[in-house]
């Protein structure tokens, strides 16, 4: 049975891909086939890491054979592998090359990076850099802690904006429509009793949030998970990233975490906006 954190990151990413799916019927630019090419794989997973025919069959909403031709066609490509005994489909090494083009050619991490690695050395504690991506976050890049003991989290997960630290503050430096907009379009869940999950209170944090010039989370995604985080402004003030670092509840209080992290965190967010501001 797959780790709490695992099932609630695949949860998260479930209602993601549902979004994802949502495109519009009539555009008559829309290729469908690269569509549903895409579709196949983003249904693997944490928890699907390999299907049958018929799982992908039945996952993708494909019949069987759409199925056959999408999955031989991106196992020639090399972004599937097809276990030749068991006949069974796994994403292969070549699908993280996407990834890593993303995160080389992108200008923010790029920038971030010796930021990220002095906060990393000078803390030990887990230090993140995420993007906002709608009414998510994504993690571009991670420093982990030997505290750490939550690995589940790693380059490319997504989670909420409106229950973690980073996406709060990115959230709290939004004009107030756009903001709301985005909490409104938000899993408004408890994902632990900490939760904080409805619009009224979340725009509370954020005016907090917005005055401080970080935001913090405690425990609302994971439990006694504490994060603090600021946001990366580029030259328009527009938030484009954040960084947040994360400890846990059985060696801080939140108190403590605000005290030693918040002018951490700000002042590596402002260093890197500086940096920003030029692209």
Not at 203 to 232: K, M
Request: net charge neutral; proline share 6%; aromatic share 6%.
């Amino acid at each position: 049975m797959p780790p709490q954190g695992v099932e609630t990151i695949a949860k998260v990413r479930s209602v993601s891909s549902d979004e994802t799916k949502r495109v519009d019927s009539a555009d008559p630019l829309m290729v469908r086939s690269v569509e549903k090419a895409f579709r196949v794989l983003e249904a693997f997973d944490g928890t699907n890491r390999t299907f049958s025919l018929a799982q992908i069959c039945a996952s993708v909403g494909l019949d069987k054979s759409a199925a056959q031709r999408f999955t031989h066609t991106l196992n020639k490509l090399g972004y599937l592998h097809k276990d030749p005994v068991t006949k069974r489909f796994e994403l292969s090494l070549r699908s993280l090359e996407m990834a890593r083009h993303f995160i080389t050619a992108n200008p923010i991490v790029n920038q971030a990076m010796p930021y990220l690695l002095h906060l990393s050395r000078e803390t030990e504690e887990t230090v993140n850099l995420t993007l906002p991506d709608g009414p998510e976050i994504v993690f571009a890049a991670r420093f982990m802690s030997r505290h750490m003991l939550n690995t589940d989290v790693v380059v490319g997960t997504r989670m909420p904006a409106f229950c973690t630290a980073p996406g709060k503050a990115i959230l709290s430096c939004l004009p107030g429509e756009e903001a709301l907009s985005l909490l409104r379009r938000s899993p408004l869940q408890a994902f632990t009793p900490q939760t904080i999950h409805t619009v009224d209170e979340l725009l509370l944090q954020l005016e907090t949030a917005r005055e401080a010039g970080y935001a913090t989370a405690w425990g609302e995604f994971f439990p006694g998970d504490l994060s603090v985080a600021a946001a990366v402004l580029d030259g328009n003030g527009r938030p484009v990233a954040a960084v947040n670092i994360g400890v846990a509840s059985a060696r801080y209080t939140p108190e403590k975490a605000e005290d030693v992290f918040a002018p951490l965190v700000t002042a590596a967010a402002r260093s890197i906006s500086q940096a920003a501001s030029n692209f």
